[in-house]
């Protein structure tokens, strides 16, 4: 390719590849014009042979992948948080305000429904399915609002029954379009996490407990700043977690779910104008407590969205905890205290065939990093809003169910990790065998009660930088001018039995987290 007269590159074949010679062969260099340039972008070859209008929708094919590579694993989230979930919610919220304006005794022009009337709405929401959404959307493609899609979805629907055909326009009677979607966004938020989110954690907070239980008695060598500690019980360390996950579990469970359906900007102005004499607020609690949801009276346009950042925060919390357990586990396995329980067909590396990586672990802790990314962003930017509103919480609540679905993932990769998981005792043995100066700590400490002189420094300078055996802890120990049932118990002692209380804790764990649940 000739790019001047005094400067040509050579191209380098990866099929046939050979040493490039020197391009800049002298002192003045001369660069090609950009349009003198014969590379084709493989990225513009590509956009030609794979344009989007060439491919259809797939999970081989979508941006997320949520919907493609984990879409099996996060299936029972879409029909709740996708665009379905959020149009089914506001049907619902619609129609159960039209329903409640049927009993306000004030509004004659809405008279009571028959039994008839209420099973056809009811059927509405019964039947409501896929192709109702796309019948929504195609009123959105012409009025540009979605809410208000939904609005004339419903008076369509409802046109061939006779009674509520009387009352089509108190579809939607006094609503700014945020007193459905606020409601909706609540039910969504309510379902999910009762259904698929708290389902699963307390599956890993059980998986956690049993962990604890079945391995209370198996001490293990701490490690604090990376070094040798007092032993555990591998047991008790899982029970840390299950304890700890408890409480955000919990948090969770006890946040408020809050609902606002006050108007334009929350002072009933469009109700009161309409029908002066009516208890707006009141009744605007009742309908919003029908629903399964707390009221907030005092909004502007929109549900302030405190009660949202709080939740995120916990999920962040939650995720932060799950995390540290999966990073601990990850080094656990590098040790070689677990082992992994291989499946057939499994290629752990592409070029080192012996590999049993931990991806469970890895997997779930990158995913949680994502989730909290979109958590962080959700509970930071929801409860601002420019004066009575502004739009921008809109489009980021559409991505409630991305971070939810990312830590989702992230739950069953760990329930899967824990799975694969089987003790190496003799690993765990073997690094208590080779720690003997770990039994420093109660030989200072029983000197101490027994006011033996300088009990600390002494054993610093047995220990310290030095390789300890069991022989010569019990010479230090044979030394001691201390009472004969103190020296008997410190000669009893090895790594493995210096656990202190962690076997009970672990065994009892189970009550102790029942306990913060209930």
């Not at 061939?160 to 108190?170: H, Y």
Request: charged share 20%; proline share 5%; hydrophobic share 40%.
């Amino acid at each position: 390719m000739a790019l001047s007269n005094a400067t040509q590159f050579t191209t380098f074949n990866l099929l046939n590849p050979q040493k490039p010679t020197n391009p800049f062969p002298s002192s003045h260099v001369s660069f090609p014009s950009p349009s003198l340039t014969t590379f084709k972008p493989i990225t513009a070859t590509m956009s030609q042979i794979h344009s989007s209008n060439n491919l259809q929708l797939s999970t081989l094919t979508t941006l997320s992948p949520l919907d493609g590579r984990y879409r099996e694993k996060v299936k029972d989230l879409a029909p709740i948080m996708g665009e379905y979930g959020l149009n089914y919610y506001r049907v619902i919220v619609e129609i159960k305000w039209l329903l409640k304006l049927s009993e306000i005794s004030e509004i004659v022009e809405v008279p009571a429904f028959s039994d008839d009337a209420k099973a056809y709405l009811q059927g509405l929401i019964d039947d409501f399915s896929v192709n109702d959404v796309t019948e929504i959307k195609n009123f959105e493609r012409i009025t540009n609002h979605d809410v208000k899609a939904v609005e004339y979805f419903l008076k369509q629907k409802c046109q061939s029954n006779a009674e509520i055909a009387k009352v089509l326009e108190f579809f939607h009677f006094a609503c700014t379009s945020e007193d459905i979607n606020n409601l909706a966004h609540a039910l969504m938020l309510k379902e999910a996490m009762n259904s698929v989110i708290f389902p699963v954690m307390d599956k890993i907070i059980k998986a956690l407990c049993t962990m604890a239980k079945d391995n209370a008695h198996i001490s293990m060598l701490s490690r604090t700043h990376g070094q040798p500690a007092s032993p555990t019980t591998l047991g008790k360390e899982m029970a840390i977690f299950a304890v700890r996950l408890s409480r955000e579990r919990k948090e969770l469970s006890q946040v408020e779910i809050l609902g606002k359906f006050a108007g334009a900007v929350g002072n009933y102005n469009a109700h009161l104008s309409a029908y002066p004499d009516v208890n707006w607020p009141g009744i605007a609690q009742e309908f919003v407590q029908s629903l399964g949801l707390s009221f907030n009276p005092y909004v502007a346009q929109i549900e302030t969205h405190d009660y949202m950042a709080k939740i995120f925060h916990s999920f962040i919390q939650f995720n932060n905890i799950l995390i540290d357990f999966d990073r601990d586990v990850w080094g656990y396995i590098s040790l070689g205290y677990f082992k992994q329980i291989t499946k057939a067909g499994e290629i752990g590396s592409s070029t080192m065939p012996h590999k049993v990586n931990p991806i469970d672990f890895e997997n779930s802790e990158g995913n949680l990093g994502v989730a909290n990314g979109g958590f962080s962003h959700l509970s930071m930017k929801l409860p601002i809003s420019r004066w009575q509103r502004d739009l921008t919480d809109s489009t980021v609540l559409r991505n409630m169910g991305v971070n939810f679905g990312y830590s989702l993932l992230a739950y069953k990769s760990t329930l899967q990790g824990i799975g694969k998981l089987q003790v190496n005792e003799a690993r765990l043995s073997e690094d208590l065998d080779q720690c003997w100066e770990v039994l420093a700590e109660p030989i200072q400490t029983v000197m101490r009660r027994y006011g033996v002189p300088e009990p600390y420094e002494k054993l610093k300078a047995l220990t310290r930088g030095k390789a300890i055996t069991k022989e010569s802890i019990r010479d230090f120990i044979e030394g001691l001018d201390i009472p004969h049932d103190a020296k008997t118990y410190l000669l009893k002692l090895t790594p493995h039995t210096y656990v202190g209380s962690a076997v009970e804790l672990a065994r009892t764990v189970e009550h102790e987290v029942n306990n913060i649940l209930n």
